[in-house]
């Protein structure tokens, strides 16, 4: 009876032992992973963080985390402490990299739906369907890159295009994500009182380009079709020239 006691014990001290073992093992995993990489500390979004947000506040949103050069976006925020007189200029999402351009200074931030426009850009506002701006996911402040199609031929023309504004097809600035998730709720439980059919969805979006990139917007929207993704600043860039029907199956 001894002897199978003391075995239990002996087996029980093993097993933490060897628990312990591994937990150190998976801890070390990283930095052996990265023992012969040159890396970086950079600071990480861990929670949503609301546009407007003062860089003095940042703090509790973040986290440091080291990662290879290779995976640093460019115009990563180093020192925090110099953007005190900035605010966020969009929502930011966990797990993005802290970049000066999601940062303007607070005289420049015009609320969710409007950032002011860099110097020697002018704005020009198109009308799109929703399926055209990734599916109404765009928001001031947001890098785009503009897919052009003219007849049978379309182009990835621009790249990391900056919105200035975006609007509901009446004029009326387009909610943040927060208030489109509340606007559709209650818009589904008013649904359930009504038989008239849903309005189609449209957006105004304001872009800031230079004369020259706006006179080929104004033509495509007048004779031809624009669709957005999505391109933060992060992106990678790359376009492989005009696609017409002979080259889309290649």
Known sequence: MKARLLGGIAALVVAIIGTILLFNYVQGADRRALANTETKDVLVIKQEVPAGTPASQLGQYLVTKTVPRTAVAEGVVDDLSSMTSKVTAVALQPGEQ??????VDTTAFLGPARVEVPDGLQEVTVR?????????????????????????????????????????????AAQTQGEATQASAQ??????????????????ITFAR??????????????GKIYLSKEPADATEGTSGVINSTKVFR
């Open 187 to 204: 818009g589904a439980l008013n649904s359930e009182n009504s038989d008239k059919p849903a309005s189609s969805d449209s957006y105004l």
């Open 98 to 103: 802290l970049l000066a351009s999601r940062l």
């Open 128 to 172: 799109l369907s929703i399926e055209r701006v990734v599916g109404g996911k765009i928001q001031a402040g947001d890098t785009v890159g503009v897919f052009i199609s003219l007849a049978d031929e379309t182009q990835l023309t621009f790249h990391k295009v900056l919105v200035t504004a975006v609007q509901f097809g009446s004029g009326q």
């Open 210 to 223: 230079n004369a020259v990139d706006a006179e080929k917007l104004v033509y495509a929207a007048e004779f």
